[in-house]
């Protein structure tokens, strides 16, 4: 079987507009690609909207996957008419759109090349799991994960800010509820930090699929229960933390139904916000009986670690 991608050039101010309307036109999930798989994509590019020369290889790339049976050029038209309608307000970047035919198992398999070992925070080491890491200190705590075809290797700001903040303030004991739980990496450092048990859930069902082989993958099974399901509709019991590495628009639907989810003094940390929403998020937050306890920033990218009040 064959897989379309349609990979969207452009500028971190312009990815939850893109966002926003991929979901609309049926994409259950995107991916934001950093440089690390730039040399992959070159050599497999079919150049639609604009000259291959114009390309900005430092730009954010959005990418969507459709299956052969799919109508892949309607979608790349919707997309394309899309970025001329908002180019007119918001900074897209060159707004490039590329495209690429991968078959099944090398998109499963050839992009591994490109993601090695590495740390996060202070002791965190996120190793894939056909790799080996030598260079292990007493304290470390290693992550096998395997992403798969879903978001969340622990390579974007968004995705290592979040493992910064549980790192900084999970206790041993404590119940986390990772809502967008992608390939099910938060959950699992949760759980390697000492979390008693965590419930994990993702509207997309390749990313439950792969959530559930990662925990596997680090025999976490006993503490983490992973989900199908639409944002914390299915969630009924409270959690000392929350975390959520989500779009800003989601973030503000989400909050109050947080409150119903988290314990008094619990905490909310919320990734995936670009710098220009910080306000908005933070004022969001603040209206519906959020304590600001801390807010970090790495590039264009801010998680936001909030208190609920009584």
């Not at 030598?134 to 622990?154: H, N, R, T, W, Y």
């Not at 973030?251 to 947080?258: E, F, K, P, Y």
Request: hydrophobic share 40%; with cysteine; net charge negative.
């Amino acid at each position: 079987m064959e897989w379309h991608s349609i990979i969207i050039n452009t500028k971190e101010e312009a990815i939850e507009l893109i966002a926003d309307k991929l979901y609309s036109i049926g994409v259950k999930g995107i991916e934001i690609v950093d440089n690390k798989l730039s040399q992959y994509e070159k050599e497999n590019l079919i150049v639609d909207y604009i000259d291959s020369k114009l390309i900005v290889l430092d730009s954010i790339k959005i990418v969507c996957y459709f299956s052969e049976e799919e109508d892949i050029e309607e979608k790349n038209t919707l997309i394309r008419e899309y970025l001329e309608e908002i180019k007119s307000y918001v900074d897209i970047g060159e707004g490039t759109i590329t495209r690429a035919i991968t078959k099944e198992e090398d998109w499963a398999n050839n992009w591994k090349q490109y993601y090695k070992p590495f740390r996060v925070g202070e002791h965190i080491v996120i190793k894939p799991t056909w790799e080996t890491f030598s260079d292990l200190k007493e304290q470390d705590i290693v992550i096998e994960i395997d992403p798969g075809m879903a978001f969340g290797c622990g390579t974007h700001e968004t995705t290592s800010m979040c493992i910064e903040q549980l790192e900084k303030y999970i206790k041993k004991g404590e119940n986390i509820i990772d809502v967008g739980c992608g390939s099910g990496i938060l959950s699992i450092v949760a759980a390697k930090l000492g979390a008693k048990s965590i419930f994990a859930i993702d509207v997309d069902k390749a990313a439950v699929k792969v959530s559930k082989e990662n925990v596997l993958l680090n025999s976490l099974e006993e503490q983490i229960s992973v989900f199908h399901g639409d944002l914390l509709s299915q969630v009924h019991e409270k959690a000392d933390i929350v975390v959520a590495n989500i779009m800003a628009d989601i973030i503000l639907l989400l909050v109050d139904d947080i409150k119903r989810v988290l314990k008094h003094e619990g905490l909310f940390i919320s990734s995936g916000i670009i710098l220009e929403r910080l306000e908005e998020v933070k004022a969001k937050l603040i209206d519906s009986k959020f304590e600001i306890v801390e807010i970090t920033n790495h590039g264009e990218w801010v998680v936001i670690t909030s208190k609920m009040k009584a």
